[in-house]
C-alpha cells in the first residue's frame, strides 16, 4: 500500500514538472498570443551586444537588465529560452507555495486560467517578481533568506517595492487586531498618498519616472465590470478577518487587503489599479483554503465566484460581448 502511494506521489510530481515545463515554453515563445508587452521584450533582449550590454533605452529595472545581458552575452540562449526560463521558475515557485495548502489542485487550476495568461505570457517580470516576494513570506523565519528573496523581486519590478515594508512588520502582524489597525491606517494613509500625488505631483518630480508610473496613470479610463470583484473581495477580508488566524494568513490576508484597498483608492479604476488588485488576489488565493476557517464553505463559494468572473471578464470578454448585444 505504502509503495501504490509512493509510486502515485512520484507520478504526480512529474506530471505537474512536465506540465509547467509545457506551460512556460507556450509563454516564453509566445505560442498563446503576441502583445506589444512581448514584441518590447523581445525587442529589447535582442539588441543586448557586448557594445550595449544593457541594451536599448527601455523602462525596464536594471536587476532584469543584468540578468537579460547575463543571459544573452554569457549563456548566448535566444529570447524564447530565456523567457521560458523565467516563466518555469515563476510557476515552480508558485506551484510550491500552492501545494503547502489544502485542495491545492484546484488553487493552481483557478491560477492558471486567471492569472497565468497574464503574468507568465505578458508581464513576466511581474510574474517572477511575485513569485519570489510570496516565497519570502513563506520563508519569513530565515529571515537573511527571505529579505534576498523580497529584494530581488522589488528590484525585479518596483511595483512591489511596499513588500520591503511587510518583510519589516512581519513580527508586528502577528496579532490580528493589529492587522485590522494597519488596514484602517493603509487605508487613510493611501487616501492622503492618492491627494498628494493627484494635486502636488511637481513634489515628487525628482522620482523616476517608472516609480510614478505606478501611482499615477490615465485617469480617464474607468471600467465598471472590476465593482463586483470588489465587493466580493471585501467581503471576503470581512470574513477572514473575523477569524483567528496563524500569523502566516494574517500577513497574506493583510497584503490581499492592503492591495485591495491601494487599487481602489486610484479614484478612477484603471489599469494599474487592476494591477494591483492582482497583487492582492494572488494574497487571497494563499488564504481562502484555510481548513480552519470558520465559514470557510461560504468564504470558499465567494471566492470560487470571484475566479468564474475572472474567466468570464478576461478569457471570454463577456462586457465586450454585452455591450455588443446590447447594441
Keep these: 500500500m505504502f509503495l501504490v502511494e509512493s509510486r502515485r506521489k512520484i507520478f504526480f510530481k512529474y506530471t505537474e514538472f512536465i506540465l509547467i515545463l509545457i506551460l512556460s515554453l507556450l509563454a516564453g ?3 498563446i498570443y503576441e502583445t506589444t508587452d512581448s514584441v518590447i521584450y523581445a525587442s529589447h533582449y535582442n539588441s543586448v551586444s557586448w557594445d550595449n550590454y544593457l541594451g536599448d533605452e527601455v523602462y525596464f529595472e536594471y536587476l532584469y537588465k543584468l540578468l537579460v545581458s547575463f543571459s544573452k552575452l554569457i549563456l548566448n540562449i535566444d529570447y524564447g529560452l530565456f523567457a521560458s526560463l523565467l516563466a518555469f521558475v515563476s510557476l515552480q515557485i508558485k506551484f510550491y507555495l500552492f501545494s503547502k495548502r489544502p485542495y491545492s489542485i484546484y488553487l493552481k487550476i483557478a491560477y492558471l486560467i486567471t492569472l497565468y495568461p497574464f503574468y507568465e505570457s505578458l508581464r513576466m517580470r511581474a510574474g517572477l517578481a511575485i513569485a519570489l516576494v510570496y516565497l519570502a513570506i513563506e520563508l519569513r523565519h530565515r529571515k537573511v533568506l527571505s529579505l534576498l528573496f ?31 489597525s494597519l488596514i484602517k ?143
Excluded: C
Design 185 to 327: 491606517l493603509g487605508l487613510i494613509f493611501g487616501i492622503i498618498v492618492l491627494v498628494l500625488f493627484k494635486y502636488l505631483d511637481f513634489i515628487f518630480g525628482f522620482l523616476d519616472f517608472r516609480v510614478l508610473a505606478y501611482i499615477i496613470e490615465d485617469q480617464g479610463y474607468f471600467n465598471i465590470w472590476i465593482l463586483p470583484k470588489y465587493f466580493l473581495l471585501g467581503w471576503m477580508s470581512y470574513l477572514i478577518l473575523k477569524e483567528k488566524l496563524d500569523s502566516l494568513n494574517s500577513v497574506l490576508i493583510f497584503i490581499g487587503t492592503f492591495f485591495v484597498i491601494l487599487s481602489f483608492s486610484v479614484i478612477k479604476i484603471n489599469m494599474l489599479s487592476l494591477s494591483l488588485l492582482d497583487l492582492g488576489v494572488f494574497a487571497y488565493f494563499l488564504v481562502v483554503t484555510n481548513s480552519d476557517l470558520k465559514n470557510k464553505t461560504f468564504i470558499r463559494f465567494l471566492f470560487i465566484v470571484m475566479i468564474l468572473m475572472e474567466i468570464s471578464f478576461k478569457i471570454f470578454q463577456l462586457p465586450v460581448l454585452l455591450l455588443y448585444l446590447l447594441k
Design 29 to 31: 515563445y509566445n505560442i
Design 150 to 180: 523580497v529584494l530581488f523581486g522589488a528590484f525585479l519590478h518596483n511595483s512591489l517595492m511596499p513588500f520591503i515594508l511587510f518583510w519589516i512588520f512581519y513580527n508586528y502582524l502577528k496579532d490580528i487586531r493589529k492587522v485590522k
